[in-house]
């Protein structure tokens, strides 16, 4: 009997970039969660410290989890299957001799969990690429069943904040917006950068700019996206904070999240592949856009 580690007993997968220590990131195979990324030290990605995650069960607090198929609550369960199940790596990281960039790839298909809630067949691809400031992923959604099937998702993605009050969203104004604390109601955002002082959960659509976050500190990030049209900023504040039993009660002052989502349902026809791309860059203090 061999002693080597199988996919199956890999919890998670370390990319660690060639050229520039301390900058690497974490995936965990259950959900392709990415959990940690780091620059040259620094977290740039917000985990409660309450977080726990568990095949089919819970998915990581924390994070990049995948939402698909489903962004939100719906037919099947809130957010979808994607983030709970467990992906496959199926060859080994590969790195740039050139760059020391790290290029990794988590593949899902059907199993018996997806299939219970969601019928169709699909392969999703999400490829990991970590450069010397910034992490690129790219989702691609395969559609391999005989049937057209419709989807939604988006990428989840959790950043920490020093101080909620002083963090500022740029890039939002003149979107419209959905404001899931407001009945649903659809406003247009008139405030550049927006900034959070209570529950907040809202999805704006078609957003044309790219998004500068900035922590309430020192550092910012541009996050751009490549079809993933929307964004979707969410804070629970206090009183939710509370009800939830995998976040701490005052961890609402210290993160938000920021998500990239493709939240219009796209149909996809049987052989047709669509794929959506985000990136997130550190943004240095002299930096000009
Ligand atoms: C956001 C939704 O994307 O995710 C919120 O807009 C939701 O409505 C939040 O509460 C967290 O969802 P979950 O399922 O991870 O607790």
């Known amino acids: 009997m061999s002693d080597k580690p199988t996919q199956e007993d890999l919890q998670h997968v370390t990319l660690e970039h060639q050229k520039c220590e301390g900058t690497s990131c974490k995936v965990e195979l259950v959900g392709a969660t990415i ?7 620094h ?4 985990v409660s410290k309450k977080a726990y995650c568990e095949e089919e069960k819970k998915p990581l607090r924390g994070g990049i989890p995948i939402v698909f198929p489903q962004f939100g609550p719906g037919k099947i369960k809130q957010h979808g299957f994607a983030r709970l199940c467990r992906w496959k790596m199926p060859v080994m990281p590969t790195v740039n001799p050139q760059t020391g960039d790290v290029d990794a790839s988590f593949v899902l298909v059907p ?15 999400y490829r990991v690429i970590l450069k010397h400031s910034c992490l690129a992923v790219q989702l691609q959604v395969k559609n391999t069943d005989s049937e057209p099937f419709t989807f939604t ?13 002083k963090a500022t969203v740029k890039g939002l104004k003149g979107s419209s ?3 899931k604390v407001d009945e649903g109601k659809t406003k247009v955002e008139s405030d550049d950068p927006v900034m959070i002082n209570g529950r907040t959960d809202r999805v ?24 993933f049209d929307d964004i979707v900023v969410w804070n629970p504040w206090s009183e939710i904070a509370k009800s939830m039993s995998d976040f701490d009660d005052e961890e609402y002052k ?3 999240c920021v ?27 002299d930096t000009k856009l």
Request: proline share 6%.
């Open 43 to 46: 977290e740039m990605l917000f």
């Open 111 to 125: 199993n018996d969990f997806s299939k219970a809630m969601w019928p169709h067949d699909f392969a999703l691809v």
């Open 35 to 41: 959990s940690s990324f780091k620059i040259m030290g």
């Open 177 to 179: 917006y959905i404001d």
């Open 153 to 165: 998702s988006c990428l989840h993605t959790y950043f920490p904040v020093d101080d909620i009050s």
């Open 254 to 256: 210290t993160m938000i």
């Open 204 to 227: 704006y659509t078609n957003v044309k700019n790219d998004i500068i976050l900035g922590d309430g500190g020192n550092a910012s990030l541009l996050l751009k996206s490549v079809n």
């Open 259 to 285: 998500e990239p989502g493709a939240t219009k349902p796209i149909v996809l026809a049987p052989g047709e592949t669509w794929t959506g791309k985000h990136g997130i860059t550190l943004l240095l203090p």
